[in-house]
């Protein structure tokens, strides 16, 4: 992005959950933007936007590699923001966005994974996981009896369960890396205080009641446990080819600056080309051509 935030993205990346924790990243840090206030980051962003608008066209060009984007946090984390700000300058017919609620009856006949491989993104596309595979690992823990609603034989649902789920997804994510789909993952990591103040927000406020469900009162006093999911999950599935991003989620607009950056750095590092024209289609252009000057 502009050099104001240059990489900023790096400081948050996990390439490697070995002996990660939560703790080590502040929910409310906004360490190493270099912008001073919401208006010098907007103008980083919209800088940021456009960056990634022309690399996704090169991307969608070429033709080769397919990026997936996935996002986890806890409610009012700001995803949906996130996502509709980061990704607002993306021609949408290079991006497909899958949310991911709540299994379905068709989807619990399946392995957990098949609804996701069902969303991945084809080539010189970028898809982006509202929710995704790892809720598996996160309110399916949370929640035992969850589990038992995908009647999975017995005999395979034991105290290994965790740990097999986490190397699934290790190999997956692995599988796609090879077949040029890059995955990067983000954690928007929010506070409980902020949650809070989110939540009161949109109960305080009438034009976004309808953002508000019981449910996330429900969720919200299983905070601690969600936290060492999420922990657990970031410390045994972070690898350097599918890293995690750990970002602080209190400030919107911090949140977003970090996202666009691993975007862009991401896209960069693909080496990203428009097609060359051989030599006969170069005469085929020519020709094309002439014949529109003589009509």
């Not at 996704?56 to 996935?70: P, T």
Request: glycine share 4%.
């Amino acid at each position: 992005m502009t050099d104001l935030q240059h990489r900023l993205s790096h400081h948050f990346r996990v390439g490697s959950g070995e002996g990660f924790q939560l703790n080590q990243i502040d929910p409310g840090s906004t360490d190493h933007a270099r912008v001073s206030d919401k208006q010098a980051a907007q103008v980083a962003l919209a800088d940021g936007v456009e960056r990634m608008a022309a690399l996704q066209d090169k991307l969608y060009a070429q033709d080769r590699w397919a990026l997936l984007l996935v996002f986890q946090a806890m409610d009012a984390a700001g995803k949906d923001g996130t996502i509709k700000h980061v990704m607002s300058g993306v021609n949408p017919q290079g991006c497909q966005v899958s949310s991911f609620k709540a299994p379905s009856a068709i989807d619990l006949d399946h392995d957990y994974l098949w609804r996701a491989n069902q969303c991945l993104p084809e080539r010189g596309r970028i898809g982006i996981f509202n929710r995704s595979y790892y809720e598996e690992t996160l309110v399916v823990r949370v929640h035992p009896e969850l589990l038992a609603r995908q009647t999975i034989p017995d005999q395979l649902v034991d105290h290994n369960i965790w740990q097999h789920r986490f190397r699934d997804i290790r190999h997956y994510e692995d599988y796609l890396g090879r077949n040029g789909v890059v995955v990067r993952k983000f954690f928007l990591h929010v506070s409980k205080q902020e949650q809070k103040r989110r939540f009161l927000e949109r109960l305080d406020n009438p034009e976004k009641n309808w953002k508000f469900s019981a449910a996330d009162i429900r969720e919200r006093a299983h905070w601690d446990a969600y936290m060492e999911a999420y922990e657990q999950m970031i410390r045994h599935t972070a690898t350097d080819a599918a890293p995690w991003y750990v970002v602080p989620a209190d400030h919107k607009w911090f949140t977003r600056l970090v996202v666009a950056d691993a975007v862009i750095d991401t896209l960069e590092s693909l080496n990203l080309a428009y097609p060359t024209v051989g030599d006969a289609a170069r005469r085929e252009l020519a020709e094309a051509h002439r014949q529109l000057l003589e009509e």
